[in-house]
């Protein structure tokens, strides 16, 4: 039995509701509910009791859960009393985010964080792939989630993301293209792009996939515009724009735009984490376990 399905039985018995213990540990209900599962599974006896009021535990449920809170608390206790011998682990934590990562990667990669080192705090900043390498550089990150494998010794990397990125369109426009769209469909059409100077071989990678299918690329965006993901939404829905965005894109979608899947997945956006090479902090190499973690099991998915 693991520490993390442990402190997950113990949330959903003292939350009563899945929904709510899902919400605590920053999970979705779906992956909490498969972890009680297959604990109850691996036990071989039934924990807890769904009820319409939420949920309660059974017999078996009932002494796991003071088992549990003990090796949580000495777990805990072991911890807090490594932690006042090595500089490994704790404290901050500043990881560096770009926009629309899927939305169950960090949660997820934290909540496992949290468990394993309860005294690391985490510093997000929203930072272009360019800048998060540079503060890398600088030291201003401990790890970076970057769109671009950056080159060189000083920094190590791991693919921790693949996503097959589908298309923006205008409700009325994706009904006569019909799913999934073909690239060169789109000729004619405004790409609402970003600006190359945040991550240019991310950049390159795309313009180039855009012109061979015969697309414009159009005028370069200004080095200092940001691409602001709500900015999509305007801009796809009058009909003369598409944007580009992943399948699971985390942000409210009006009537009057759809996501569509392209013909072939020609469109795949990566994302690595980056930290650097000579880092010995036992945080960074779990949280960065979390995400590979993550990263097989939406490959066997």
């Known amino acids: 039995m693991e520490i993390r399905e442990m402190r997950a039985f113990v949330a959903v018995v003292e939350a009563g509701a899945m929904s709510k213990a899902a919400r605590q540990l920053h999970v979705s209900q779906p992956a909490l509910s498969q972890t009680i599962t297959a604990l109850e599974r691996r036990l071989g006896v039934r924990l807890l009791v769904r009820t319409s009021t939420g949920v309660q535990a059974t017999d078996a449920g ?13 777990h805990d206790q072991a911890l807090a009393a490594m932690a006042r011998h090595t500089k490994t682990g704790g404290g901050v934590l500043r990881v560096g985010i770009p926009l629309e990562l899927p939305p169950e990667l960090l949660p997820s990669a934290l909540a496992r964080l949290a468990d ?55 409700a009325d426009l994706a009904e006569k293209l019909g799913s999934p769209v073909r690239l060169e469909d789109l000729a004619g059409l405004e790409w609402f792009a970003f600006a190359r100077a945040g991550s240019p071989a991310w950049y390159d990678e795309l313009a180039a996939i855009l012109r061979s299918h015969g697309l414009d690329v159009g005028p370069d965006v200004p080095e200092e515009q940001r691409l602001i ?37 020609p469109i795949v956006r990566r994302t690595w984490a980056v930290w650097p090479a000579t880092s010995h902090r036992r945080d960074v190499a779990e949280f960065v376990a979390a995400l ?3 990263q097989r099991r939406e490959s066997r998915a």
């Not at 002494?63 to 608390?73: I, Y």
């Not at 993901?229 to 580009?244: D, N, T």
């Open 62 to 74: 009932t002494t796991l859960l003071g088992e549990a809170r003990a090796v949580l608390a000495r």
């Open 116 to 170: 394993a080192f309860p005294d690391t705090r985490v510093q997000a900043r929203h930072l272009s792939s360019v800048a998060q390498v540079a503060a890398l550089r600088t030291g201003e990150l401990d790890i970076g989630l970057v769109r671009e494998r950056p080159p060189g010794p000083d920094l190590d990397a791991v693919l921790v993301v693949a996503e097959n990125v589908g298309v923006l369109l205008a």
């Open 229 to 265: 993901v709500e900015l999509k939404i305007p801009a796809v829905s009058a009909g003369g724009a598409y944007a580009f965005a992943p399948p699971d894109w985390p942000y409210p979608m009006p009537d009057t735009v759809r996501w569509l899947p392209l013909a072939g997945n």
């Open 292 to 294: 590979e973690d993550h």
